[in-house]
Nanobody, 124 residues
Framework: QVQLVESGGGLVQAGGSLRLSCAAS????????MGWFRQAPGKEREFVST????????YYAISVKGRFTVSRDNAKNTVYLQMNSLKPEDTAVYFC?????????????????WGQGTQVTVSS
C-alpha cells in the first residue's frame, strides 16, 4: 500500500505561482512512477504531468508545458509540482498518483494509488 498526501494548494491571482507537494509513505518511493492530475468542476480528470522514478524523464500536458515543472526528492519521499504563470483555467483539484513499474504514463487508469487532492483556485 502507498499513502499519498498533497499539500500546497490555495488561492492565487492569475500570473502567480504555487508549489504543490505530495508526500508518499508505505512503499519504497524510488520504485514508483509519480503523476499529477487535475479535475475541474463538471469536467473529467485530466493528466498534468508525470515523472519517472529517477526523475530523468518528465512529461507534461500541452496546456501546462513551459509553465509547470515536476520534480521529486527520493530522500524525502516527495514529489513536487511547481506551477508558474497560473491562469484561471488552471483552477481545479489537483491529485498526485503513484504507479509501479518503469514506464511513465498519462493515463489515470494506469495509476495504482491516489491522494485526496488539493484545491487550486486562480482568480482573474
Amino acid at each position: 500500500q502507498v499513502q499519498l498526501v498533497e499539500s500546497g494548494g490555495g488561492l492565487v491571482q492569475a500570473g502567480g505561482s504555487l508549489r504543490l507537494s505530495c508526500a508518499a509513505s508505505g512503499r519504497p518511493f524510488s520504485s514508483l512512477v509519480m503523476g499529477w492530475f487535475r479535475q475541474a468542476p463538471g469536467k473529467e480528470r485530466e493528466f498534468v504531468s508525470t515523472i519517472s522514478w529517477s526523475g530523468a524523464r518528465t512529461y507534461y500536458a500541452i496546456s501546462v508545458k513551459g509553465r509547470f515543472t515536476v520534480s521529486r526528492d527520493n530522500a524525502k519521499n516527495t514529489v513536487y509540482l511547481q506551477m508558474n504563470s497560473l491562469k484561471p483555467e488552471d483552477t481545479a483539484v489537483y491529485f498526485c498518483a503513484a504507479r509501479y513499474g518503469s514506464s511513465v504514463s498519462a493515463r489515470s487508469d494506469e495509476y495504482d494509488y491516489w491522494g485526496q487532492g488539493t484545491q487550486v483556485t486562480v482568480s482573474s
